[in-house]
Nanobody
């Protein structure tokens, strides 16, 4: 069984910063890409940032220059540093990972339970 557990969400004023973390645990052989998505009320879930196992990254245009995704492969952890937060960044943020359970099983897509980020104006 594999679990992704996010932490670091909360309430922050506009212009502030938060750092999200997501730890993958369980019967993991290897992790390919990892990413962060978000879903605001009444909106579809959207990609925020994505990082490959080799460290290549891409970002949604709305967060470029403000958010930074990184990962610690030894800890099976992905981070999202969010700076210069805006009220429109308010959403539930979800961690996503493509995980191999063995050389023959996977990769499979896993999701975390989500963490709320609220940015007040």
């Amino acid at each position: 069984q594999v679990q992704l557990v996010e932490s670091g969400g909360g309430l922050v004023q506009a212009g502030g910063s938060l750092r999200l973390s997501c730890v993958a645990s369980g019967s993991i052989f290897s992790i390919n890409a990892m990413g962060w998505y978000r879903q605001a009320p009444g909106k579809q879930r959207e990609l925020v940032a994505h990082i490959t196992s080799g460290g290549s990254t891409n970002y949604a245009d709305s967060v470029k220059g403000r958010f930074t995704i990184s990962r610690d492969n030894a800890k099976n952890t992905v981070y999202l540093q969010m700076n210069s937060l805006k009220p429109e960044d308010t959403a539930v943020y979800y961690c996503n990972a493509d995980i191999r359970l063995s050389t023959r099983w996977g990769p499979y897509e896993y999701w975390g339970q989500g963490t709320q980020v609220t940015v007040s104006s």
